[in-house]
């Protein structure tokens, strides 16, 4: 029996951020930085934070309440920890491994590394696998900067979760998600444009020669990849070659409804499909596609994609 059997929902990405991440948080004072509970990000922000978003003991009920066998958290690639200079990020990084490796159950974690050797220590550590700025993938010849840690994971079987980086200059003076616009974007611009377009660009860079060159790695995208799968039609009219659904290129859900994850199902079917929800920014979203499709998304294909952890990871 693995560990997911005994419950049923799986998700596949929230982020938490435990104490020894925030204290590090508060110690720095250039960005990424908390100053109490207000988050400094470059070149966006600030934001608040709130701090129920980081109990982990109310996240842990929260986590009871929905049902979970496992929630796997991430720091977010959007602080932009693996853009950091190394010592900077090596400080954060141990920060985030000492925290997440302490949560209780169901949390397990996504790593965050620069080199292959923090990669292949937080996965002797417990981690699920690597979350991955969408950026560093979509940006030329990111495959090939990527690769050395692409492939730690494909020889351990590990999974990378692909999720928007920094917004940057492409959200200034917003105030972060449901906020109100400061002199500049709305609160939600950096969700709904810079990091949509990120993903999708990243859906078509890993597209490009991604699964030729590794050809057993488990990759997911967040957020349905910023529906960059629907774009086939529009890639094969302007050159692009028709390709099969691809059995270990997964997309998660979470912040969409019935209407967007319907039509990725029509283009991908539903075997790729994994239930996300971005907590503590969004919740679950009820699906009305029947008893079988809800198991094979927030169950059977979750589990698919972490194969290898259930045998790997520490009980």
Do not use: K
């Not at 400094?40 to 929260?62: K, M, S």
């Not at 997911?220 to 529009?234: D, I, K, Q, S, T």
């Amino acid at each position: 029996m693995n560990r997911f059997s005994n419950r049923v929902t799986i998700d596949l990405h929230q982020h938490l951020w435990p104490a020894p991440l925030l204290t590090v948080l508060r110690e720095r004072r250039t960005p990424p930085r908390l100053d109490g509970w207000t988050l400094h990000l470059a070149g966006e922000g600030p934001f608040a934070v709130d701090p129920a978003h980081h109990d982990i003991a109310a996240r842990t009920a929260l986590a009871e309440e929905d049902g979970l066998a496992l929630a796997a958290v991430a720091p977010s690639a959007a602080l932009g920890l693996e853009r950091l200079p190394a010592a900077e990020f090596a400080e954060l990084a141990a920060a985030w491994q000492e925290g997440a490796a302490a949560l209780p159950v169901p949390f397990r974690w996504w790593a965050t590394a620069q080199e292959p050797g923090q990669l292949q220590a937080a996965l002797d550590a417990g981690a699920l696998g690597l979350e991955l700025g969408a950026g560093a993938l979509a940006a030329p010849h990111g495959l090939e900067r990527v690769a050395p840690l692409f492939e730690v994971l494909q020889a351990a079987g590990r999974p990378v979760l692909i999720h928007p980086g920094p917004a940057g200059e492409a959200n200034p003076g917003g105030s972060g998600a449901g906020g109100d616009a400061t002199g500049g974007r709305p609160g939600w611009w950096a969700a709904a444009v810079p990091y949509v377009a990120e993903l999708h660009a990243s859906w078509w860079a890993w597209a490009d020669g991604g699964r030729e060159r590794f050809p057993s790695l488990p990759v997911c995208f967040v957020a349905l990849a910023g529906l960059g799968p629907l774009h086939g039609e529009r890639v094969r009219a302007r050159g692009g070659r028709s390709r099969p659904v691809d059995p270990l290129t997964f997309v998660e859900t979470s912040s969409y409804g019935t209407q967007a994850v319907d039509a990725v199902i029509r283009v991908l079917g539903i075997d790729v499909v994994c239930h996300g929800t971005d907590r503590p920014y969004a919740g679950p979203v009820p699906l009305p596609f029947g008893e079988a499709a809800d198991h094979a998304i927030r169950a059977a294909n979750p589990r698919r994609l972490l194969a290898a952890v259930a045998e790997a990871v520490p009980a």
